[in-house]
């Protein structure tokens, strides 16, 4: 037998997971993969251990447990400033990639339509790609990410049933404006589409920013999917949420229950033990990868690319400097010459762009992050 399922067509390895191989060979610093290799805080692994030492290893109910979706409540309300019921509009997920992969298949049809901007993140096209859903591409436009709402409007169609949200955004670093979900909200409503909104970097925003939920602005039309990886520095754990009206909701944890079952159990009460910590160990994160970006973002440029600050998140696209052919020669001669790697920018294109843009993961301790920013200050494209 060696048939292989249609729906897997033309999907290949990330090019994120191969530069991290690649990265791995030659003992380089990883600035590719958003690994996030940060000390995860005390109060999570101790409500963890306590979870497991009472023996609390058995299944959860599908939508988690109760306390855990009780605490996400009250912090959607107090930070995210939109109200939802923890026993009818909250499904505790296996990450928020297992968040948006239940709530597209919950919601969705095979020939529905779903609108990405460019850049994307890959795991959103490629899960939409082995649903059967089509996907229509709107690019942001440089300098400063900006939306050209004529293209966004032209993009629907009688088809559309969705449209993707990441704010802030992976890979650009761009927060979605008031303005801008407002728009997009309009239009969700006039072609009755959903927007699902990948929220994971939620409390990454710099420069005195906000971020903003599309369910602050319209509840109605919006699918919040976030998690916990990025903002306790445990991308291994797996926990995320959607929240969602429960009439959506109540399909999306069928469809939860049916391919993971529940998430971890004992990792949601350390989740669980985590959110009780106060607000300073949020400032506290943003203000360090602040500085850590403000770091990389010099040191990029004195190695002779131009990189675009983001917003928020903790990625940067830089354009390689004009020496090089294209971007997947230039990752390949960091990693080669001086041991960084970094995410060719095709990766987060369909419509041929991105081919000169690296894209760089500051999510290290600042030692790493000095070596690496270092080593690309003194690199020279002839060296």
């Given at each position: 037998m060696n048939q292989i399922s249609d729906r897997l067509h033309g999907l290949v390895q990330s090019d994120i997971r191969r530069m991290s191989r690649e990265c791995e060979r030659v003992g380089g610093i990883n600035l590719g993969q958003g690994i996030c290799d940060l000390p995860t805080i005390p109060e999570l692994v101790e409500g963890a251990c306590d979870a497991i030492s009472s023996s609390k290893a058995t299944y959860s109910k599908f939508e988690g447990i109760d306390v855990l979706r009780e605490r996400i409540a009250a912090k959607c309300e107090r930070f995210n400033g939109f109200k939802v019921d923890p026993a009818s509009e909250l499904v505790v997920t296996v990450g928020s990639t297992g968040g948006f992969a239940a709530a597209t298949m919950a919601t969705l049809n095979a020939g529905d339509e779903v609108i990405l901007f460019e850049p994307y993140y890959g795991y959103h096209l490629n899960t939409l790609k082995v649903l059967g859903i089509?996907?229509?591409?709107?690019?942001?436009?440089?300098?400063?990410?900006?939306?050209?709402?004529?293209?966004?409007?032209?993009?629907?169609?009688?088809?559309?049933?969705?449209?993707?949200?990441?704010?802030?955004?992976?890979?650009?670093?761009?927060?979605?404006?008031?303005?801008?979900?407002?728009?997009?909200?309009?239009?969700?409503?006039?072609?009755?589409a959903w927007c699902f909104t990948d929220e994971i970097y939620e409390y990454i925003v710099y420069d005195g920013r906000k971020h903003l939920s599309m369910a602050a602005v319209d509840r109605e039309i919006a699918i919040t999917i976030s998690g916990f990886s990025k903002t306790f520095s445990v991308t291994g754990w797996r926990i995320g949420y959607v929240a969602a009206d429960k009439r959506v909701i109540a399909p999306i944890g069928l469809v939860n229950d049916l391919f993971y079952v529940c998430a971890p159990t004992p990792l949601q009460w350390g989740i669980a033990r985590a959110l009780e910590i106060g607000d300073d160990y949020y400032r506290n994160l943003a203000s360090d990868y602040e500085k850590k970006r403000d770091l990389l973002a010099e040191a990029l440029r004195e190695g002779g690319f131009r990189p675009f600050v983001p917003q928020g998140a903790y990625y940067m696209l830089a354009e390689i400097p004009d020496a090089f052919s294209d971007a997947r020669t230039a990752a390949m001669t960091l990693i080669e010459e001086i041991g960084v790697a970094s995410v060719p920018g095709a990766s987060f294109y369909a419509s041929g762009g991105g081919d000169r843009l690296l894209r760089f993961c500051f999510a290290k301790d600042f030692a790493a992050l000095q070596d690496a920013a270092g080593r690309l200050a003194r690199f020279s494209v002839t060296a």
């Open positions: 089509e996907t229509k591409f709107v690019p942001l436009q440089l300098p400063d990410w900006s939306i050209d709402f004529d293209a966004l409007r032209a993009a629907f169609g009688p088809k559309t049933r969705g449209i993707v949200v990441c704010t802030p955004s992976n890979p650009c670093g761009k927060v979605f404006t008031r303005e801008e979900l407002e728009k997009i909200a309009a239009l969700c409503h006039e072609f009755n």
